[in-house]
């Protein structure tokens, strides 16, 4: 066992984002790690948990621009405008991506995509509306832990293109 993997244990975390943030140097993120009994599979099921706005959450999406996966990252008060992610892609069709495809793509289950550390590498778009805060908390590879970054950071770490794909309400 390395201490990656022990440090992964004790904080929950997936091994794999674990050893992501080992190698992005970003190791002391492990220790941040929060934990939750229940899952937090949903934005509001992790903002509860946290105790925080249902808008600090970065939600990790997969769609499939034109069939190639794209990674969203969106704040969890929002919803993602397919057709201006479609625009932003400049693809043909946009749609969500089917559940295989987002574990082939990111090695872990929806509910608990972090922002980075996937499989492969993807298109990153973040949502201008992340920025709004001094803390976002994401998904830390399952759904029963989340971790807190600085918006602007993560988005690097994540190979972000600042967007506005945010469904804009009537």
């Given at each position: 066992m390395t201490t990656t993997d022990t440090a992964a244990e004790g904080s929950g975390a997936h091994p794999r984002f674990?050893?992501?943030?080992?190698e992005l140097g970003l190791g002391e993120l492990v220790a941040r790690v929060r934990r939750?009994?229940?899952a937090t599979r949903t934005a509001v099921e992790a903002a509860e948990a946290i105790g925080c706005d249902l808008s600090q959450i970065c939600k990790?999406?997969?769609f499939a621009a034109d069939g190639v996966p794209v990674l969203v990252l969106m704040d969890g008060a929002s919803r993602v405008d397919i057709e201006?992610?479609?625009?932003?892609l400049g693809a043909g069709k946009v749609t969500r991506a089917r559940v295989e495809l987002v574990r082939e793509t990111t090695g872990y289950a929806i509910g608990g995509v972090p922002p980075f550390g996937h499989r492969t590498r993807t298109r990153v778009l973040a949502d201008r509306s992340l920025l709004d805060h001094d803390v976002v908390w994401a998904a830390a590879g399952t759904p029963y832990t989340v971790?807190?970054?600085e918006p602007k950071a993560?988005?690097?770490?994540?190979?972000?293109?600042?967007?506005d794909?945010?469904?804009q309400s009537e």
């Open positions: 674990a050893e992501a943030l080992a939750f009994p229940d990790s999406l997969i201006l992610v479609r625009r932003e971790f807190p970054m993560l988005i690097a770490q994540a190979g972000g293109t600042l967007v794909v945010r469904e």
